[in-house]
């Protein structure tokens, strides 16, 4: 007697899940550079290729979906970064929703790059390129435009970095520290910088603090041709209690700040110090805070804006050139 074996149950296919943000791949991503011409795209671009992406400059946008999709296939290439500009013109106008698009299958992230209208100036001066969207060589016309044609773009960026202050060493520098997978998550570049009030205050300060109130140096003939980076002149300050508890003071708050601004997103942060002519006071203010935030762990770039110029306008008026 033969008996029939029992049906087997049937299975249910199961239909793939459409990829997304969420659960894409997190080892495979994309870096989108763009930003101002003459802020540093292409040494921000270079660095990445440092860290091991596969580095592209000026893609057309109307590329990008499609290079997304490889990376996200490929079995090589699993990190990639792009440059995106004003060269590609209104096609600009077509970034938000390209770049809506690319997120649904791909982590992507996009780096804006911007500069001061006087760097950037001075940059395309002294490697006397043209700018992209100038006409007739007027090159302030063409960063406003720029600026303006980039908002859209701008409001949708992930990071925004500031690079007035960087050379090509530094930015660079910064890039691969920032978003190197041994980032210490103090990533932030501090610049400590004095100033004289008498020249006004720089413009690029995130942060101001008067050190007027700190007994004037400048009326002691002995210390009067001395800076603030003499120790005769830094143990005279440091002799007022009013200094270390300046000091102690503002080391606290921007050791409780700073943590807040990396969460932000922020990269670049400007602490100006000033006295009334930049030589002495504010000089050893941001020298000592600049060290102080260095054995805290962050990376701290300590300048001195006045003490340069007073410098050259010595040496100027030796030669009589004013």
Same mark, same amino acid.
């Not at 008996?3 to 087997?8: D, E, L, N």
């Given at each position: 007697m033969s008996?029939?074996?029992?049906?087997?149950p049937s299975r249910k296919t199961k239909k793939a899940k459409p990829k997304s943000a969420?659960?894409?791949?997190?080892?495979?991503?994309?870096?989108?550079?763009?930003?101002?011409?003459g802020s540093g795209k292409l040494s921000a671009l270079k660095a990445f290729e440092d860290l091991g992406y596969y580095a592209v400059d000026n893609m057309p946008i109307e590329l990008v979906p499609r290079f997304a999709e490889l990376i996200g296939e490929s079995a090589m290439t699993t990190r990639a970064a792009l440059v995106v500009d004003a060269r590609e013109g209104q096609g600009l106008e077509r970034f938000p929703t390209i770049l809506k698009q690319i997120r649904r299958t791909l982590v992507t992230k996009v780096i804006y790059l911007e500069a001061s209208d006087a760097a950037?100036?001075?940059? $395309?001066?002294?490697?006397?390129?043209p700018h992209?969207?100038?006409?007739?060589?007027?090159?302030?016309?063409?960063?406003?435009?720029?600026?303006?044609?980039?908002?859209?773009?701008?409001?949708?960026?992930?990071?925004?970095?500031?690079?007035?202050? $960087?050379?090509?060493?530094?930015l660079r520098d910064h890039i691969q520290k920032r978003f190197s997978s041994g980032s210490s998550g103090k990533d932030l570049l501090i610049s400590s910088l004095s100033f004289g009030?008498?020249?006004?205050?720089?413009?690029?300060?995130?942060?101001?603090?008067?050190?007027?109130?700190?007994?004037?140096?400048?009326?002691?003939?002995?210390?009067?041709?001395?800076?603030?980076?003499?120790?005769?002149?830094?143990?005279?300050?440091?002799?007022?209690?009013?200094?270390?508890?300046?000091?102690?003071?503002?080391?606290?708050?921007?050791?409780?700040?700073?943590?807040?601004?990396?969460?932000?997103?922020?990269?670049?942060?400007?602490?100006?110090?000033?006295?009334?002519?930049?030589?002495?006071?504010?000089?050893m203010i941001a020298e000592e805070v600049g060290k102080r935030l260095e054995q805290e762990g962050y990376r701290v770039k300590t300048a001195h804006r006045d003490l340069v110029f007073g410098r050259a306008h010595r040496i100027k008026r030796k030669l009589g050139l004013f």
């Open positions: 008996s029939k074996a029992a049906p087997r969420h659960n894409a791949d997190e080892a495979r991503s994309l870096v989108i550079i763009t930003g101002l011409s950037l100036l001075r940059r $395309f001066s002294e490697t006397r390129r992209p969207l100038a006409l007739e060589g007027r090159v302030a016309g063409a960063i406003e435009s720029e600026r303006k044609l980039l908002d859209p773009i701008r409001n949708v960026a992930d990071v925004i970095i500031d690079t007035t202050n $960087f050379n090509v060493h530094e009030y008498k020249n006004g205050v720089p413009l690029e300060a995130d942060l101001v603090f008067d050190v007027r109130f700190l007994p004037n140096p400048h009326f002691k003939p002995e210390f009067r041709p001395l800076t603030g980076k003499h120790p005769k002149l830094v143990a005279y300050l440091n002799g007022f209690p009013q200094t270390q508890e300046f000091l102690d003071r503002v080391t606290g708050l921007l050791l409780y700040l700073l943590p807040h601004y990396i969460h932000e997103g922020k990269s670049y942060l400007t602490i100006g110090f000033g006295c009334t002519g930049g030589q002495h006071r504010s000089v």
